[in-house]
């Protein structure tokens, strides 16, 4: 399968051959599992102090029965205060929770080798479908060809209005002015300084993105990224396939030597 690439200034520049990852079949579960189990890597272990809640003298009438009120324990005191009030158990104002979340908790969701490169795979070859780049959202009107193949040039690139002029040059720059429009979040999530979300724009994928990573800092939305790093986690952001990528010509002849048990099956079946 051959694709057209382009030059930084969106002209064509010729055709390229595709690699073998991107005949993948489009596997929406297994991408949606393995952007589950390695989103889980990031979490965090929390817990609760032992005693929280329970840092209280609080008693239970003795005998709990036959005193005319419920068994619930009631601080004690000299008078004033909280005192009588129903304290450190479960069921009352500031006693401790009933089932809190322990640091011990397993939340790390562990991913079988093959089925996370195959939901890669998946992921990188869905990049040439123009119908599941559009389902997700992006405004990708009067762009002929997907992938979208850049010249090696732009990874030389470490200005933010370089990378601007080849964004509006490859019909890109409408897909940033989507995120434009989004308006503040309001209730919980403003009050704890929230309210503002950045979506998720164009993916540049390059054999070394260290120079275009600097030129993109100042685009909303906008990320680069090296093939070795490249993830599930980039290419379907929120396990919603799939992402409006461009890579560079070094990327993918770098993606063609990915190797796979499903592609080594494809190869002998051609």
Known sequence: MKTSTYTTTGTKEGEIELPLIFSTPFRRELIHKAFTNLNSHKFQPQGRHPTAG???VADSNDPPTGQGVSRVARMSGGGGGRQ???????????GRQAHPPIVEKVIYKKLNKKENKLAL????AATASKDI????GHK????????????????????TSEISKILESLK??????RLESRKPRTGKSSLRGRSKKVGKSVLFVTKDASNISKAIGALPGVEAKNVKDL???????????????????SAIEEIGKIKSTHLEVMVKTQ
């Open 54 to 56: 329970q840092d209280v």
């Open 84 to 94: 009588g009030q129903g304290g450190e158990v479960a069921s009352t104002r500031g």
């Open 121 to 124: 795979c998946s992921a990188i």
């Open 133 to 136: 780049i559009e389902s997700r």
């Open 140 to 159: 990708i009107d009067g762009i002929e060809s997907f992938p979208i193949i850049v010249s090696d040039d732009i990874e030389s690139v470490s200005k």
């Open 172 to 177: 890109l720059s409408q897909d940033l002015k």
């Open 231 to 249: 993830s599930v986690l980039d290419l379907a952001p929120g396990s919603d396939p799939i992402r409006l990528t461009v890579y560079s010509k």
